[in-house]
């Protein structure tokens, strides 16, 4: 699929970006480093390697995709503008062993993986130069124009060493994808001989300790001395418990269709003409440039979340607990930053899918998988400037690669598989990431928070009727912590975070938050596209580093220090903006086609400090919720949200404590459940034959019966 879209369409108007090569070279290797590609180098492109040659580094780099084989060969244009290449190394772990979880699974993929992992920045980085106005293609392992061995040496990213190319830092043990751009930048020259190059480069003491560079002999393999099958992170030191650490009233959490997400409701206008307008083709994504290069690979992916199965089980993937290790091995092997497993009971599919069809709920478990938002970006940025959106679409398009590429292996195997990402989800991803120990429930309300990557992550579901072990629910002391904390509260710049207590919302015991007000804001605001200022300023939002380790250790088992340990993070400065790592261009992309950088005069980006010194008050809070009875039916009409009755649910909610009481006393809740009550209704199938903008910014639709069946 990344092959099918390595070319496309280049924007008319060129974007007014910097013309400076340095800067430029600059601005597009930070955007590969930051989609986790190690290593970048610049080369200038001769005719001599525009040979449409495929000269893939790695063996074993074939092109087996026949199902694309149209769209890969589809008529080029001409790369007779192109005059440099962007190369993209990325590195191998080590090779799993024959007696580690999931060995059948990875062998000999550690090229392919490579390919993959290249090909997705390089696919990436053309994009955005198209969006920009310059021409751009990428390059990869199994659809290539040029020639990989010339540019990678030429591009000081190997040098020749009798018949192999060899990295400084990994030896040959990588794979590369390319782009070749006519944007014109710096250069990186060839590096010498490795017998020329300092001895210290990987045996001194800054390579072997760790400083200096974030990549080092260290954390060069995260799997050096780890199983693939346990991950990065050290889930293994967890405390486990039986059931999450919040309450859920299974037999009555409410199941709600597709079109009661915020984002629905604000693209069918049930929340005003400024929500609408912003969600007209996806504009709140669409307007930042890096956001629209990542999200269109992201769309592409959707024709391949679910797909025929192999007629026959394979024999060797029958056993629940090797089968559940081996995923979570694949998994991890491939990219992922953490992956739990659970059942995938029926409450948490959503009652209707965005066509407005009832969902049957079909596969038993669930494999959820989280993805970092990335440290450094999280750092740089206030959480709701230009980069804001970029962050969440890197890491939806993360999980939609690596989820697909489990998902078709485990439907390979004879069973079923089906991803559900940010684009097209049957499922309601928070309660199976505490189901399968991923986390906990925090104050920022549907955010669940990490204990090894705080709330600054994203999720994917793979749904699968493969038998699967199941993984416990963890308690990292994240319920004390929110207690004591509200810096999350005190930071969100649209007031939607409660300063209150947990409370029951449609079977769940959470922090509940105004979401229309967050999702107004993301899609409204002005200095910025999106936002995640409540993930950026969480004291759990931590690099993993060594010295980081006392205080998690102190959050997760001294409760009582959780208000200190906050007031310290405040203290200490941790949340303020650091300039060093504000790599991106703010650039504003229009629907004429038109990019711009932004006059930070005329429009400011969102550049926050800490409030401190703000006393944030519950009782001053005017906070709006919209359990399942005043979700708007299934069905693609405006359904205009109602803020007082809003307002009054808020006042409604109660406690676990409370919620539980009344239930012993055989008193119904105020969450009252609604499962299965939209099924009830009729369908009637229609076509718009008319939309009208009214004066009060409500659209009328004229609506024509397709089936014959009168209109009510
Ligand atoms: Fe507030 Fe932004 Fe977080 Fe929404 S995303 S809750 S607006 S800080
Ligand atoms: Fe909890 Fe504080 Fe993080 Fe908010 S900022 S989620 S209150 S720890």
């Known amino acids: 699929m990344l092959d ?40 200038r492109l001769s005719e001599a390697v525009k040979t449409k040659q495929v000269k893939s580094l790695a063996a074993g780099i074939d092109t087996t995709m026949a199902d694309l084989k149209d769209a890969i060969e589809a008529p080029s244009k001409s790369m007779d503008g192109h005059t440099l290449a962007i190369i993209l190394l990325c590195p191998f772990n080590r090779d799993p062993e024959p007696d580690e979880a999931g060995y059948l699974w990875m062998q000999n993929a550690a090229a392919h993986r490579g ?37 990678t040496v030429a591009a000081g990213l190997a040098a020749v060493e009798g018949d192999k190319l060899l990295n400084p830092f990994v030896g040959d043990r990588f794979q590369v994808a390319l782009v070749t751009t006519d944007f014109e930048m710096t250069t990186d020259q060839p590096i010498a001989p490795l017998s020329e190059q300092p001895a210290s480069l990987t045996s001194g003491i800054s390579w072997t300790l760790g400083y200096g560079s974030a990549k080092n002999a260290r954390t060069l393999d995260p799997f050096d001395k780890r199983s693939y099958a346990s991950g990065p992170h050290p889930f293994e030191t967890l405390k486990r418990v039986k059931t999450p650490t919040t309450h859920i009233d299974e037999a009555r959490v409410a199941r709600v269709p597709k079109r009661a997400d915020m984002f629905a409701r ?42 025929p199965s192999a007629q026959e089980i394979d024999p060797k993937a029958r056993d629940p607990k090797s089968n559940a290790d ?100 049957e499922v309601v991803h928070p309660p199976l990431l505490l189901l399968s120990g991923l986390g906990e429930v925090s104050r920022i309300g549907e955010v669940i928070v990490n204990p090894f990557l705080g709330p600054r992550l994203k999720s994917g579901v793979i749904t699968t009727d493969m038998p699967l072990t199941h993984d416990k629910p963890i308690d990292f002391g994240m319920q004390a912590f929110c207690e004591a904390c509200n810096k999350c509260a005190r930071e969100c710049p649209s007031g939607a975070i409660t300063a209150g207590p947990k409370l029951m919302f449609n079977g ?77 261009w703010d650039l504003k992309w229009q629907p004429d086609g038109s990019c711009e950088m932004i006059n ?56 676990a404590k409370e919620y539980q009481r009344r239930l012993d006393e055989g008193v119904d809740t105020p969450t009252t459940h609604r499962l299965g009550q939209p099924n009830e209704a009729p369908v009637i199938r229609v076509e718009v034959s008319k939309a009208e903008q009214m004066t009060d910014g409500i659209t009328r639709y004229d609506l024509v019966s397709l089936d014959g069946t009168p209109l009510p």
């Open 4 to 43: 099918a879209i390595r070319h496309g369409l280049v924007s008319k108007k060129r974007a007014t970006c910097p013309e400076d090569p340095d800067e430029r070279a600059r601005h597009i290797k930070s955007f590969a480093y930051f989609q986790d590609t190690p290593m970048v180098g610049i080369a």
């Open 115 to 151: 390919s993959v992992r290249a090909t997705e920045t390089a696919v990436v980085l053309a994009n955005y130069l198209r969006v920009l106005g310059y021409d751009a293609r990428a390059h990869s392992g199994s659809a290539s124009d040029v020639d990989f061995n010339y540019l």
């Open 266 to 307: 604000s693209k069918f206008g049930d929340m005003g003409k400024a929500n609408q307008d912003a969600s007209k083709g996806g504009y709140f994504v669409q307007k930042s440039p890096l956001a629209q290069a990542l999200r269109r690979p992201l769309g592409a992916f959707l024709v391949l979340q679910d797909g």
């Open 326 to 425: 081996g995923i979570k091995a694949l998994a991890y092997f491939l990219g992922t930053d953490a992956v739990g497993i659970s059942r995938c009971p029926e409450w948490v599919w959503y009652s209707h899918d965005a066509n407005c069809d009832p969902i049957t709920p079909e596969h038993p478990n669930a494999i959820s998988f989280i993805v970092d938002q990335g440290f450094d970006t999280t750092e740089g940025s206030s959480g709701d400037d230009w980069i804001a959106v970029v962050q969440s679409m890197r890491a939806y398009l993360r999980f939609s690669l690596l989820g697909g590429i489990v998902a078709k292996h485990i439907r390979n195997l004879g069973y079923k598989a089906q991803v559900h990402t940010n684009i097209q989800s």
């Open 508 to 584: 769940y015991e959470i922090w509940k938050s105004d979401s229309p007000k967050c999702t107004t804001y993301r899609l409204t605001q002005k200095g910025g596209a999106m936002c995640g200022r409540c993930m950026k300023t969480c004291p759990w939002n931590v690099e993993g580093l060594q010295h980081e380790r006392p205080l998690r250790w102190m959050a997760m088992n001294v409760p009582a220090m959780a208000g200190i340990l906050a007031k310290l993070d405040d203290l200490v400065g941790n949340g303020q903006i650091n300039p060093k790592k504000r790599w991106w």
């Open 600 to 655: 930070a005069e005329k429009a400011p980006p969102n550049y926050r400090q800490l409030q401190t010194d703000l006393k944030l008050n519950y009782e001053d809070q005017t906070l709006a919720v919209y359990p399942a009875d005043l979700a708007p039916p299934p069905w693609p009409f405006p359904f205009p949200m109602d803020r007082e009755k809003g307002i009054e649910a808020y006042h409604a909610l109660i406690t």
